[in-house]
Structures are given as structure tokens and as C-alpha cells.
């Protein structure tokens, strides 16, 4: 008689089976995880800088240039984390003709917006309306040929030469802003001019606290072209 066939005489190939089942399973398991991975994207490189140039007179200086109107300018910038930086250069005593023999080495290509602050002193020595006209013109127009926007500042002047001058003064900035389709700061003294206690000793030139008012001034019209 044959001998009975143990009840166990196949499970123990399947037993042996068991360790390399495992491993053809972990290692598909494994190329399916190493294949489903993403490739590492490359970080977003940071934005771009940009300047903002302030090509104006003493009052783009005063009391200092650490207190000036374009150094708040600047802080209001850094507030907001936008990617611009302020360069300031304002001369004192610059009139708009010196403003035109300044400004071509200035327009570098990292500038993007020209604030331009200049007729204080045209307007104080009387000089020419159409000689005014004629140099923010100029500014304006080299300025816009290298691609630069332009934030033009109004300003006022006493009558000193006459109220048919300080009149036709008055005119020449937003008849410049109107030509050219920039936007203007209407009067950049505005809140600051004859008030005391926003003015230093001379009581012509802003203290600390009067160029942070130019500054707030100013940053309505330059915020939105920031953001541009």
C-alpha cells in the first residue's frame, strides 16, 4: 500500500515562495513611488529692482537728505515691500535749466519713473514762462524716449514779479501734464507752504515733519504708477 500523501507536502513550496514574492512586490511598490515623484522646480528668482529717480532742488533736500521728501518716499516703498528704491537728486538751487543739463546721465536703464521737482527757483528770479515751458518740455521728453514714466510736481510763486507771472506760472504744470498725458502732483507745498511749524528757520525750505507732508503729497500719484 502506497504511503498517504502528508497534508503538508505543497504548502511548504508555497512557504518558500513567500521571501521573493515580498521583495518583487516592494520593489514594483518602490519604482512606483520613484516614478510618481515630481521634479524639484526651480525657485522663482527674486523681482527686479527698479529706481525712482527725484530730480529736483533744495526741496528734495531739505532739512537733509537723510529727512527729505524722497527719503520718506523711500521708507513708505520699503513699508509696502514693493521692488523699488529711490534715488535722490535734487541740487539746491536748480532751476529748470539746470534740471535739463543734469538729467541725461541720470537715466540709467534700471530707472523707471522720473519725479520731476524743478521751477521753484524759475519762478523766485522770473524767469521766462516760455523758457520754463520749453525746459520741462525737454525733461519730460528725454525721459519718455528711454521708456521712463514721468510723476511731474506743481508748483506756485509769489507775486513778486507780478500776479500776471505767479498766474501764468500756475499754468505751466498742468498745461505740461496735459500735453504730455503724465500724471501731477497738483502743488507739492501743499499743507506744508506758510505754516510754521512745518517749515525751518528761513520759513521757505520744509523741517523733517513738513517733508514727510510733501511726502504724503506725492504718494497718492506715485503709489499707483509703483504698482504698474
Known sequence: MSPTPRSDAFPHRTRRRYPALCWVIAAALLAASCGSERTPTAPSPPPVVRRVIVLGDSLAVSPSVAQSFPSDLQARISRQSLPWT??????????????????????????????????????????????????????????????????LCGMETPPTHGLNYSLAFHDVFPSAARQYGIPLVPFLLAGVFLVPELNGPDFVHPNAAGAQQIAANVWPYLEPMLRQ
Not at 114 to 132: F, K, R, T, W, Y
Open 86 to 151: 529711490v534715488t535722490n537728486a535734487g541740487v539746491n538751487g536748480d532751476t529748470t535749466a539746470d534740471g535739463l543739463r543734469r538729467v541725461a546721465p541720470l537715466l540709467q536703464a534700471d530707472v523707471g519713473i522720473l519725479i520731476l521737482e524743478l521751477g521753484a527757483n524759475d519762478g523766485l528770479q522770473g524767469i521766462d514762462i516760455a523758457v520754463i515751458q520749453q525746459n520741462l518740455s525737454a525733461i519730460v521728453e528725454l525721459a519718455r524716449a528711454t521708456g521712463i514714466r514721468v510723476l
